[in-house]
């Protein structure tokens, strides 16, 4: 079993950044690629940015350029927005995927942009 735990979301104006971070604990050993993903009203969870343990990464397109991703140690992962516009608002989630081909989410942040 793999926790993760968000942090870092939050109200900002159009424009703005935010950072958010990931710290994941039980069995780390099992974490291959962690990543973020979005949900807006009404819409499907999608992709945001995803990175393996081999320090490959991709993005969604919408946000190439803006968001950056990163991983401090094996079970920790940051996303920095920049240049946030009102369609990122969302709840963002972590998520973690394992060796054994299994999936793991956090609970997710906010994220809110206004014009």
């Known amino acids: 079993q793999v926790q993760l735990v968000e942090s870092g979301g939050g109200l900002v104006q159009a424009g703005g950044s935010l950072r958010l971070s990931c710290i994941a604990s039980?069995?780390?050993?099992?974490?291959?690629?962690m990543g973020w993903y979005r949900q807006a009203p009404g819409k499907e969870r999608e992709l945001v940015a995803a990175s393996t343990s081999g320090g490959s990464t991709n993005y969604a397109d919408s946000v190439k350029g803006r968001f950056t991703i990163s991983r401090d140690t094996k079970n920790t992962v940051h996303l920095q927005m920049n240049n946030l516009k009102p369609e990122d608002t969302a709840r963002y989630y972590c998520?973690?995927?394992?060796?054994?081909?299994?999936?793991?989410w956090g609970q997710g942040t906010q994220v809110t942009v206004s014009s």
């Open positions: 039980g069995s780390i050993f099992s974490i291959n690629a």
């Open positions: 998520n973690a995927g394992t060796y054994y081909k299994r999936d793991f």
